[in-house]
């Protein structure tokens, strides 16, 4: 279950990236967020593509090597938390609901849980 759950996240993380590297503009489509100059351009690529495609290889070094398997479960549970916090507050403070914001928090929350009950069962690496 761990490898297929991480399979997963590596796949869905690595296409987010991937496509808001390569088209920022994408995300106004679905989520209403709007680039309109370069340097907001290179923001939406750098948070949204670059970040995410980092979180895949990260999730993807959890399939290669055992001893990030703690870590990156970890990284998943506390960047799913924060990020459901976040939409969690734009949709009670801004009435910021639509089908992305209902999705995004979706996965989020599911990823959150399912990481916090993934640690119970994954040991962490032994120090040296």
């Not at 907001?40 to 979180?55: C, D, I, P, T």
């Not at 734009?90 to 910021?96: K, N, P, S, T, V």
Request: charged share 10%; glycine share 12%.
């Amino acid at each position: 279950m761990l490898r297929g759950y991480l399979g997963f996240l590596a796949l869905v993380w690595a296409g987010i990236g991937l496509v808001l590297l390569v088209m920022p503009e994408a995300l106004e489509g679905y989520a209403g967020v709007r680039a309109e100059s370069g340097v907001a351009k290179a923001e939406l690529r750098a948070m949204y593509g670059g970040l995410s495609l980092a979180v895949a290889m990260a999730t993807s070094m959890a399939l290669i090597r055992a001893c990030w398997q703690f870590p990156v479960v970890f990284m998943h549970a506390v960047l799913c938390v924060g990020l459901a916090g976040g939409r969690l507050s734009g949709l009670f403070l801004d009435d910021a609901g639509s089908p992305y914001t209902y999705g995004a928090l979706s996965f989020e929350v599911g990823s959150a849980l399912i990481s916090i009950l993934l640690l119970r069962k994954v040991q962490p690496a032994q120090e040296t």
